[in-house]
């Protein structure tokens, strides 16, 4: 799999021109790449035919705006679009009243009727990987499902190789393809050709090379605390995030309190939060039996943390404020460990039929060898733990909210019975399940998205906001998403119909606009479910092809 920069020269069609990419990718005719992890890439997403614009002027009629501050709605308003960018946000007149045409901006290439409608800025997912050929072989799955959500950024943490991270930022930078913004986020020693970092030396080595070749931060896991300083201290030097998933095994000598001490910015998932909190112990008091490698033992034991810390105790008070000093985000990632608290319920998620593919549903299923698959015997006291650590999780992160701490959406879709993009507004229902005002889950999802990304480079943020000088990118929903997230679902929401008596589907995003290009947001999800639906067939007319893709080992990403 050879790629070559003239890749990126190519222009988009329908007319739109592609931005120029902010950073140069590497020259990966000469890069050494690890076998092993571009074994694992998905394939790479076709040229766009998707999407119009940007144009001169695009502009947006008669709108509710949810601005992504936490400010309350207002409306209706104009908003100007010039290329890229959000030229004007006007007050257009006050609600049940006629607008006068005269107090409205002129006219664009474009006009966009949003009268009644709802426009916040592009959602911000920051934890996200893309699929595998044994899961989801074609980018473009996860790229239109992501869209097709109003989701306009995401963080791969990581994507998949290192190479096809830097190269498909680049050409959605470009706007060469049909995808949210990408941004890279690497473990330590992928990408370079020399393996795992094994000294301090060779980590900051690794992360002046990942900073050079395009990456935007490090994904670390729990790091040998020598390493875990040496590759957070480069990274600061360097302007890159970092974030953690500081896993069962490492985390004894580093958890959430250690890791944000050595200049962790962002804390994803809950390990190393209750480890930092603990009343009477150092370690999680395992079962004798316990075998990491066995994935029951490791999803259903987790959950068992509930009992160990006290909520608003001295120490969970205490640690809460050190989160707030040291400007750490949390990005909890509520919605990928749902089904551990109702597996059957999310087994028979309403989208699967229609939107997940065949084979990545065959991944979900119960299994030995596939991660996250782990429903060898799940119990009803497995589901009862995970409800009762949820209560303590949410509760924690709900604390952090108000004393002012930023927290943000995750999804980590394509592991236990997660498809990505419903599993983002999924995450924003379950920040309202742990007490966020809608204004607040929209907050997270947007603003606070950005500000994480951006911190690093201590450059202000350029989305997550609806405000002139802004990039453009945005979500448009026929709905009111504050009075009922479920309308910002693919499959919508379900309300009865007074009027015919009969149940019907309302909401979904009807556009979603990035860098200025509109798309078409329903289009985007048949286009999914056409995807879907050709698997079907093919794996129906070749059984032994479907069961060969299924039988594969090759996801190395750990939720």
Known sequence: MRLYLSLLLAVAPLGAQPKKPNTVIPDTATQRINAEERRTDPKYAPDRHEGDGPYARLVIRGATLIDGTGGPPRGPVDIVVENDRIAEVRDVGVPRVRVDSARRPR?????????????????????????????????????????????????????????????????????????????????????????????????????????????????????????????????????????????????????????????????????????????????????????????????????RQWQLV?????????FLKRLKERDVTLDPTFSIYLTGRDVIHHMYAPWHDKYTLPSLYAYYAPS??????????????????????????????????????????????????????????????????????????????????????????????????????????????????LQNLKVLYGIGALRLNDATGQPERVGGVRWTIKDGIVYDARQLLADVARMVETQKQQRAANPKAAAAQDARRDEPWEP
């Not at 966009?112 to 409608?117: F, H, L, R, S, V």
């Not at 995970?386 to 303590?392: C, E, G, K, L």
């Not at 604390?399 to 959406?409: F, I, Q, S």
């Open 107 to 303: 006219g664009g290439a474009r006009e966009i009727d949003a009268t009644g409608m709802y426009v916040m800025p592009g959602i911000v997912d920051l934890h996200v990987h893309q699929g595998t050929p044994q899961k989801a072989p074609e980018s473009e799955y996860y790229n239109k499902l992501w869209l097709g959500h109003g989701i306009t950024t995401v963080r791969g943490v990581p994507f998949s190789s290192f190479e096809y991270g830097v190269h498909e930022k680049q050409r959605s930078a470009a706007n060469a393809i049909a995808a949210p913004r990408y941004v890279v986020y690497q473990r330590p020693g992928t990408g370079w050709g020399r393996g795992p970092v094994k000294t301090p030396d060779e980590a900051r080595e690794w992360v002046r090379w990942i900073a050079s070749h395009g990456a935007d931060g490090l994904k670390l896991g729990a790091e040998r605390p020598d390493l875990m300083a040496a590759l957070l201290d480069e990274a600061r030097k360097l302007g890159l995030g970092s974030v953690a998933h500081l896993q069962q095994t490492g985390v004894a000598q580093m958890n959430a309190d250690e890791a944000t001490r050595l200049g962790l910015g962002t804390v994803t998932h809950f390990y190393g939060l209750f480890e930092s909190m603990y009343d009477s112990a150092t370690v999680q008091p395992w079962p004798v039996t316990m075998n990491y490698n066995d994935e029951q033992d490791r999803f259903g034991q987790v959950a």
């Open 310 to 318: 006290t909520p608003r105790s001295e120490k969970w008070n205490a």
């Open 368 to 481: 030995r060898t596939n991660h996250g698959s782990y429903w060898y015997d799940w119990t009803t006291a497995d589901e009862v733990a995970w409800r009762n650590f949820y209560h303590v999780w949410m509760e924690f992160v709900h604390d952090y909210k108000n004393m002012g701490g930023r927290v943000t959406t995750g999804s980590d879709a394509g592991f236990i019975y997660s498809t990505p993009g419903f599993a983002t507004i999924e995450e924003m229902e379950l920040l309202q399940e742990a007490g966020f005002h809608p204004l607040e889950v929209v907050r997270s999802a947007t603003m606070y998205g950005a500000e994480t990304l951006a911190k690093p480079s201590g450059k202000p943020i350029e989305f997550g906001v609806v405000r002139p000088g802004m990039l453009a990118d945005l979500a448009i929903v026929d709905q009111n998403p």
